[in-house]
Nanobody
Framework: QVQLVESGGGLVQPGGSLRLSCAASGSIFSINAMGWYRQAPGKERELVASISGGITNYADSVRGRFTISRDNAKNTVDLQMNNLKPEDTAVYYC????????????????WGQGTQVTVSS
């Protein structure tokens, strides 16, 4: 089995910063990509940022404020969130697209449980 454990969420004032971390563990053979998604109340889950093969991409709403980074050796991905806005309030989910040792034929998506980020005065 594969587990993704998230940390770093919490309450922050507008303009503040948070750093989310996610560690993937288990029978991981290869990770294609890791990323962060979020889901705000009444909205669909959306991609915030992803990183694969050294290539990063960001949602337009966070570009310039958020930075995603990855440590391939430790199977971790971080999301540095600066200049947070109330509209960033959401549950943030870590995602990993990976192969396991038990099935090396294809990549599967795995998800963390989510961590709440609340931006409010």
């Amino acid at each position: 089995q594969v587990q993704l454990v998230e940390s770093g969420g919490g309450l922050v004032q507008p303009g503040g910063s948070l750093r989310l971390s996610c560690a993937a563990s288990g029978s991981i053979f290869s990770i294609n990509a890791m990323g962060w998604y979020r889901q705000a109340p009444g909205k669909e889950r959306e991609l915030v940022a992803s990183i694969s093969g050294g290539i990063t991409n960001y949602a337009d709403s966070v570009r310039g404020r958020f930075t995603i980074s990855r440590d391939n050796a430790k199977n971790t991905v971080d999301l540095q969130m600066n200049n947070l806005k109330p509209e960033d309030t959401a549950v943030y989910y870590c995602n990993a697209n990976l192969k396991t040792y038990w099935n090396t034929r294809r990549f599967y998506d795995y998800w963390g449980q989510g961590t709440q980020v609340t931006v409010s005065s």
